[in-house]
């Protein structure tokens, strides 16, 4: 049965004749469809039996060398992976479509099909067909599925981002009767390296949950999913599974939980509510159906506090571009900024990190610690990254292992990781005092036992194989019997090359070959011109006949025969060998699974450490003080990512200072946080300037240094940040009701201890609706929330709130105006704007010279009449005068025309391609008849 490759004969193949094309690439023509009398074969009554057991996957069908799909899966997935449908047979009077995908290229179709939200069961022979055979000829071979693919349960290198983890969330809802009040519980496993997290929070936090966490795939009850006020929610995610309730049982959770630890209660879990159990049974439930029973290597679930982490909404989340831009790419992303690491799983965690900045200042501490010790350390650093640097994904290759769908090179990967953790152990063990958390990660490093890294390396040959069934990755030396059976596998090769040199004698054909492929196994090739020879006598006593094609013929010889059988016996043995030595491996790694996923996530720490230690160094980040103060000192602050962009091209970043502290205050005490009202003109900075200090905040309690001259900042709990409207149209996001419901959860959610950021709010709608909302927030923000704020707006009516707010501070982004264009200097200082620029900017975009010169004499008359009418801020309502100026009569004179919609044209708030149809309509003004 083992297709043993005959590398005696080292001539290459002539490309193979295409007899029975399906034959030789080893698709086996399915005996599965019924003739037109509606009979159905064995083979169609075990597939139907299967596909109705798995109704809402595609099924992989194995027969021979491919997984073939029928029905409507065929259809489906010729569409989905661009691959040819065919028919085969029909069923029920109906030609039955049917599409395959060779099982070696599996991994890339199913990777397709899983982007585009499928599930597939993968079904599998289960015995050889000779077996089968043996029951009879009829007999159908056994096939069962052995996996469910999911988004959420996957575990292949080639199906995974390697710096991102894959979670699978349960979510489950204890319901009140008010349905504002309902709690829900989540669970979360990456069965890709056993991490296992719950936690709990209400209706308001779900989504901010769910987008910190980003899972893969969501798990939820049937009822939940139908749940109509969640209904949207789902919607927007691209995973959401939807469950029958057993898995969601609350009454069998704890019991399920344990079976899977195989512990008797689920008591050492701490004390987790019904409804954490319940959330946390479900994805062991799911894990264990997905995964037919295998079970990965999971860490007892961890409660994440309430509380700990800061809470970011998704609009903040995006917004800030933390993990990826606007537009999707990681690229120009806060993440790709900082990420130094050197290990996918390094890079794993520190997005886990930058997604949860911390709110315990004891803990962000021990993180800065570390940090600092590496920055000071630079030789440290170096060798801790050398050696990083060679341990390949620990955790994953243990994840496969666990599950049994390994290759040698993870046995070899998990060699390489508990080598390279021994020597960064034994590193980090002459330190004389290192840092709390280096200390606890060269302690889990000694955790393994060295004997099983040892064994590894002596078992493990140099070059390996992807796959174990290819054989050939246990080292020569290291098992006697295996030696042996290779031995006697190479030398009846040897005797083939022998038997091919004396046919070519006897026979006097000397381009007489023995071959072989997995139909025919090894035979006798000659060409057509031959072929007669050997059919004639004496020779056809030798060679029996077994194939003709176009230019060749072969046959088969007794001795041949034997000795096939000798080789392939040989060779099963001795990848039957190594198939238990593989066994073996496995089983030590997997006996010491625990202690290797401590060290893998130890590897984990270290990197990230080590890696925002060279980030600091490299980029002048200094260590910032985060205590329990109401504090937001920031001197000398840098937008981490747009800093890095400006010195791509050489120009610098220009520092700013940023103090939200509560002014009566060094430093900043419990009196409620200021609030910086930023105006400027466009392109001067503002929103630049608004975002480095929130992601200052969000570097800090995550554990990172900052890019500061120094930084000091009381614990932020919340974080929110919101764009007007019109900055975000171009991608068509965002409304201004949008806007306005963002803005309201901020008023309505921010704490004292919250940071926020408000861009341009209120630029979505009319100037005077937009400024009076504009001035609301504002005074909501500073009566009622008094949490720390930034707020950039291009209405400089608004800082004259500072007369009645004493906590409102006026800071304005400099330009300078040099021969009538406007210099942008970048730098914060105190103040308002005097105005806004918004012609010198139009000019910078290229406006005519003629309409920028109109421009300025129609803005010279309007700032006339604006002052004979004086504004009375002080006293609400605001704004009858401006109203009643709108009422000015214009003149039937085209100019006139130009000139009122000059007027009411606000540059501010224009995209270059609005700017230019304005333009166009001007002109078309100018044009058009009285
Ligand atoms: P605004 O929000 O005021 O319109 P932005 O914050 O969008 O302005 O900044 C416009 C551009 O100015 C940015 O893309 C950036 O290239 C540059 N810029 C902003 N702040 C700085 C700074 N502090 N130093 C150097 N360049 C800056
Ligand atoms: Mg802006």
């Given at each position: 049965?083992?297709?043993?490759?005959?590398?005696?004969?080292?001539?290459?193949?002539?490309?193979?004749?295409?007899?029975?094309?399906?034959?030789?690439?080893?698709?086996?023509?399915?005996?599965?469809?019924?003739?037109?009398?509606?009979?159905?074969?064995?083979?169609?009554?075990?597939?139907?039996?299967?596909?109705?057991?798995?109704?809402?996957?595609?099924?992989?069908?194995?027969?021979?060398?491919?997984?073939?799909?029928?029905?409507?899966?065929?259809?489906?997935?010729?569409?989905?992976?661009?691959?040819?449908?065919?028919?085969?047979?029909?069923?029920?009077?109906?030609?039955?479509?049917?599409?395959?995908?060779?099982?070696?290229?599996?991994?890339?179709?199913?990777?397709?099909?899983?982007?585009?939200?499928?599930?597939?069961?993968?079904?599998?022979?289960?015995?050889?067909?000779?077996?089968?055979?043996?029951?009879?000829?009829?007999?159908?071979?056994?096939?069962?599925?052995?996996?469910?693919?999911?988004?959420?349960?996957?575990?292949?290198?080639?199906?995974?981002?390697?710096?991102?983890?894959?979670?699978?969330?349960?979510?489950?809802?204890?319901?009140?009767?008010?349905?504002?009040?309902?709690?829900?519980?989540?669970?979360?496993?990456?069965?890709?390296?056993?991490?296992?997290?719950?936690?709990?929070?209400?209706?308001?936090?779900?989504?901010?949950?769910?987008?910190?966490?980003?899972?893969?795939?969501?798990?939820?009850?049937?009822?939940?999913?139908?749940?109509?006020?969640?209904?949207?929610?789902?919607?927007?995610?691209?995973?959401?599974?939807?469950?029958?309730?057993?898995?969601?049982?609350?009454?069998?959770?704890?019991?399920?939980?344990?079976?899977?630890?195989?512990?008797?209660?689920?008591?050492?879990?701490?004390?987790?509510?019904?409804?954490?159990?319940?959330?946390?049974?479900?994805?062991?439930?799911?894990?264990?159906?997905?995964?037919?029973?295998?079970?990965?290597?999971?860490?007892?679930?961890?409660?994440?506090?309430?509380?700990?982490?800061?809470?970011?909404?998704?609009?903040?989340?995006?917004?800030?571009?933390?993990?990826?831009?606007?537009?999707?790419?990681?690229?120009?992303?806060?993440?790709?900024?900082?990420?130094?690491?050197?290990?996918?799983?390094?890079?794993?965690?520190?997005?886990?990190?930058?997604?949860?900045?911390?709110?315990?200042?004891?803990?962000?501490?021990?993180?800065?610690?570390?940090?600092?010790?590496?920055?000071?350390?630079?030789?440290?650093?170096?060798?801790?990254?050398?050696?990083?640097?060679?341990?390949?994904?620990?955790?994953?290759?243990?994840?496969?292992?666990?599950?049994?769908?390994?290759?040698?090179?993870?046995?070899?990967?998990?060699?390489?990781?508990?080598?390279?953790?021994?020597?960064?152990?034994?590193?980090?063990?002459?330190?004389?005092?290192?840092?709390a958390e280096m200390a606890d990660a060269a302690s889990a490093c000694r955790k393994p036992d060295p004997s099983l890294s040892a064994e590894l390396a002596h078992a493990l040959a140099d070059d390996l194989p992807v796959m174990k069934r290819d054989g050939g990755f246990v080292r020569a030396g290291y098992d006697k019997s295996l030696d042996e059976a290779r031995a006697l596998r190479d030398e009846s090769r040897r005797v083939i090359a022998a038997l091919q040199a004396r046919y070519a004698d006897e026979t006097g054909i000397r381009t007489l070959k023995i071959r072989h492929n997995n139909v025919l196994g090894y035979f006798v090739e000659v060409t057509a011109q031959h072929g007669d020879r050997l059919m004639a006598a004496p020779l056809n006593a030798t060679f029996i006949h077994r194939q003709t094609l176009a230019g060749q013929v072969r046959f088969t010889s007794t001795e041949l025969g034997e000795l096939e059988s000798k080789i392939a016996s040989a060779a099963e043995r001795a990848l039957g060998l190594e198939l238990d030595i593989f066994e073996r491996l496995a089983g030590a790694v997997i006996a010491q699974g625990g202690e290797i996923k401590q060290t893998a996530e130890a590897l984990a720490v270290l990197d990230v450490a080590a890696g925002l230690a060279t980030l600091a160094a490299e980029r002048d980040f200094v260590r910032p003080t985060v205590d329990a103060s109401m504090a937001f000192v920031i001197e000398g602050g840098r937008h981490p990512v747009v800093e890095q962009a400006l010195a791509r091209d050489g120009t610098p970043f220009v520092a700013n200072d940023c103090d939200l502290s509560a002014p009566d205050s060094k430093d900043g005490d419990a009196n409620g946080g200021r609030i910086w009202l930023l105006t400027g003109p466009n392109m001067a900075g503002k929103s630049t300037f608004l975002r480095q200090n929130a992601l200052i905040a969000v570097l800090a309690q995550a554990g990172s240094f900052v890019p500061a001259r120094r930084a000091h900042i009381g614990v932020v709990d919340r974080l929110f940040s919101r764009v007007g409207a019109a900055d975000d149209l171009a991608r068509g996001r965002s409304t201004f009701m949008v806007e306005m419901v963002e803005t309201a959860a901020i008023l309505n959610q921010a704490g004292e201890r919250a940071l926020v950021i408000l861009d341009e709010i209120g630029r979505g709608t009319a100037t005077f609706d937009g400024l009076s909302i504009a001035w609301a927030t504002i005074e909501h923000l500073h009566a009622a929330n008094r949490c720390r704020a930034l707020f950039a707006t291009h209405y400089h009516e608004l800082t004259a709130l500072s007369a009645r707010l004493p906590r409102l501070h006026n800071a304005t982004v400099r330009v300078k105006e040099w021969h009538g264009e406007v210099v942008f200097l970048h730098e914060v200082v105190p103040g308002a704007a005097d105005r806004s620029y918004g012609i010198q900017v139009a000019k910078l975009a290229g406006l005519p010279a003629s309409v920028i010169e109109r421009a300025q004499e129609v803005l010279a008359k309007l700032e006339a009449e604006d002052r004979a009418t004086p504004k009375g801020f002080d006293d609400l309502p605001l704004f009858a005068a401006p109203v009643a100026r709108k009422a000015t009569p214009a003149a039937d004179d085209p100019l006139e025309k130009v000139v009122s919609a000059l007027a009411a044209l606000n540059p501010d708030e224009m995209s270059p391609r609005e700017a230019m149809e304005a333009l166009y309509a001007l002109k078309g003004k100018l044009s058009a008849p009285k």
């Open positions: 049965m083992v297709a043993a490759k005959p590398a005696g004969m080292s001539e290459p193949e002539p490309p193979e004749p295409p007899e029975s094309a399906a034959e030789d690439s080893g698709r086996v023509m399915p005996a599965i469809t019924a003739g037109d009398d509606g009979r159905v074969t064995p083979a169609m009554a075990q597939y139907i039996e299967i596909k109705a057991a798995n109704p809402d996957c595609l099924l992989f069908y194995r027969m021979g060398d491919f997984y073939e799909m029928f029905f409507e899966d065929a259809e489906v997935a010729s569409r989905a992976l661009g691959i040819t449908l065919t028919k085969r047979g029909k069923y029920l009077g109906r030609d039955v479509p049917l599409c395959g995908v060779p099982v070696i290229r599996a991994e890339e179709y199913l990777h397709k099909l899983i982007a585009l939200g499928h599930r597939v069961a993968v079904c599998e022979q289960l015995e050889d067909p000779a077996e089968a055979k043996k029951r009879g000829s009829k007999s159908v071979v056994r096939r069962d599925v052995v996996r469910l693919v999911t988004p959420g349960t996957l575990t292949e290198d080639t199906l995974l981002d390697a710096t991102r983890n894959n979670y699978l969330m349960a979510v489950a809802r204890a319901k009140a009767s008010d349905k504002d009040d309902s709690r829900f519980a989540l669970a979360w496993i990456d069965i890709s390296t056993g991490e296992f997290r719950i936690a709990e929070c209400d209706r308001a936090g779900l989504s901010a949950e769910i987008a910190r966490i980003e899972p893969g795939e969501i798990i939820v009850s049937d009822a939940l999913y139908a749940d109509g006020d969640l209904v949207q929610l789902w919607r927007a995610l691209p995973a959401v599974t939807p469950l029958a309730r057993d898995a969601f049982d609350g009454a069998t959770a704890e019991r399920r939980l344990s079976d899977f630890f195989a512990i008797a209660t689920a008591d050492s879990f701490g004390t987790l509510t019904r409804l954490e159990l319940t959330a946390a049974a479900a994805c062991v439930t799911y894990v264990e159906r997905t995964q037919l029973g295998k079970r990965p290597p999971l860490s007892p679930p961890q409660r994440e506090g309430n509380g700990t982490s800061m809470a970011i909404d998704q609009a903040t989340r995006a917004n800030l571009e933390l993990m990826r831009t606007l537009g999707g790419e990681r690229r120009g992303s806060l993440i790709a900024a900082i990420d130094r690491t050197v290990t996918s799983a390094g890079s794993r965690l520190l997005a886990q990190r930058l997604a949860a900045p911390l709110t315990e200042v004891e803990t962000i501490t021990r993180r800065h610690d570390a940090v600092a010790a590496l920055v000071a350390d630079a030789t440290l650093r170096a060798e801790l990254r050398d050696m990083l640097n060679a341990a390949p994904d620990l955790a994953r290759a243990l994840a496969r292992i666990a599950v049994g769908r390994a290759g040698p090179r993870d046995l070899a990967g998990v060699r390489d990781g508990l080598i390279a953790a021994g020597g960064i152990a034994q590193r980090l063990a002459v330190l004389r005092k290192a840092p």
